[in-house]
């Protein structure tokens, strides 16, 4: 196959065989053969027509964003894995937890909305009690799911509207978690 490849790449070589039989040679070497990627590209730059060229990049681009997509969905399964597996879900957790992906946009999106599905069932008691530190992290906690476009700040206010709050911050007080 290294004969094959040679021949297809020099100049001179190539031009003692006709165009179609270069293009068997060609697609031969590329069925049969581990060419390395560079030499690969290069001799489909040489032997595609730009039909053909403007297909292999479509085709390329598109593995790509499947292989993207991948790594996307088992990122978001291991976040959603580790929101599930936290010791509490009190609210100061789950600023913690948006705490952990807050430098890297694409997982603290998929952070954020992790947290706004588990939001709902943190507040669904229609008289949910939270502390006032609770409060405060329930603030930051909606705050940076505004941010992240997880929430909008018509949701947020109709958990403020079913939220009370208690002076106390003592632990038997806490019903958020």
Same mark, same amino acid.
């Given at each position: 196959?290294?004969?094959?490849?040679?021949?297809?790449?020099n100049?001179?070589?190539s031009?003692?065989?006709?165009?179609?039989?270069?293009?068997?040679?060609?697609?031969?070497?590329?069925?049969?053969?581990?060419?390395?990627?560079?030499?690969?590209?290069?001799?489909?730059?040489?032997?595609?027509? @730009?039909?053909?060229?403007?297909? %292999?990049?479509? !085709?390329r681009?598109?593995?790509?964003?499947?292989?993207?997509?991948? +790594?996307? $969905?088992?990122?978001?399964?291991?976040?959603?894995?580790?929101?599930?597996?936290?010791?509490?879900?009190?609210?100061?957790?789950?600023?913690?937890?948006?705490?952990?992906?807050?430098?890297?946009?694409?997982?603290m999106?998929? @952070?954020?909305?992790?947290?706004? %599905?588990?939001? !709902?069932?943190?507040?669904?008691?229609?008289?949910?009690?939270?502390? +006032?530190? $609770?409060?405060?992290?329930?603030?930051?906690?909606?705050?940076?799911?505004?941010?992240?476009?997880?929430?909008?700040?018509?949701?947020?206010?109709?958990?403020?509207?079913?939220?009370?709050?208690?002076?106390?911050?003592?632990?038997?007080?806490?019903?958020?978690?």
């Amino acid at each position: 196959m290294t004969f094959i490849q040679a021949v297809l790449e020099n100049d001179y070589a190539s031009g003692l065989l006709p165009r179609e039989e270069l293009r068997k040679l060609f697609d031969l070497l590329l069925s049969q053969s581990k060419l390395s990627a560079y030499d690969a590209n290069r001799l489909k730059q040489r032997y595609f027509t @730009a039909e053909e060229l403007r297909a %292999d990049q479509e !085709a390329r681009d598109a593995e790509a964003l499947a292989a993207t997509r991948r +790594k996307q $969905d088992a990122e978001a399964i291991a976040m959603r894995d580790k929101y599930s597996g936290m010791a509490d879900h009190t609210f100061q957790s789950i600023w913690k937890f948006t705490e952990n992906y807050q430098y890297l946009r694409s997982e603290m999106t998929i @952070a954020a909305q992790i947290v706004h %599905d588990g939001l !709902a069932a943190q507040l669904q008691k229609p008289d949910s009690v939270l502390t +006032k530190m $609770d409060a405060v992290y329930f603030l930051h906690v909606c705050a940076r799911l505004i941010q992240h476009g997880a929430m909008d700040w018509a949701e947020v206010q109709d958990y403020i509207s079913r939220i009370k709050e208690v002076s106390d911050d003592a632990p038997g007080n806490n019903t958020n978690g």
